[in-house]
């Protein structure tokens, strides 16, 4: 098996995943995933759709992470690995699909508007 790449987004982020065979190694710009997201909820995050398919010590993985937050950041990797273990094995779909690992989270921030201080909140407002 050659290295298989897939891209995640979420928010303002955005992952891009080279999956290859090897022992459950995961690199996110060339850290650790451990000093990388150093929670450990983040970290259970993104080894969801592995747990899922007992596939945690089969691959390794290389990612670039840019944009957003360590949340988003988290969310578009597991989005990322995701598609990559269906582009392996097509029959997975159903199962991560299930989980709710396939969904693109189409959510964004909505754009500030003039004449406004964010992007729905209006000034405060007094008729004395």
Do not use: C, H
């Not at 000093?35 to 010590?57: G, M, R, W």
């Not at 690995?81 to 909505?110: Q, S």
């Amino acid at each position: 098996m050659d290295v298989i790449n897939a891209l995640g987004r979420r928010k303002s982020s955005v992952a891009r995943v080279y999956l290859s065979e090897g022992s459950g190694k995961i690199t996110i710009n060339k850290k650790d995933i451990t000093e990388y997201f150093p929670s450990s909820i983040l970290q259970f995050v993104v080894k969801q759709p592995l747990a899922l398919l007992d596939a945690t010590e089969k691959y390794d993985i290389k990612a670039n992470l840019d944009g957003g937050g360590y949340t988003g950041q988290s969310q578009a990797l597991r989005l990322a690995i995701a598609r990559a273990l269906v582009k392996i094995n097509p029959e997975d779909k159903a199962a991560l699909r299930k989980e709710g690992f396939i969904t693109r989270d189409a959510r964004e921030v909505e754009r500030k508007k003039p004449g406004r201080p964010k992007a729905r909140r209006r000034f405060q407002f007094s008729k004395r």
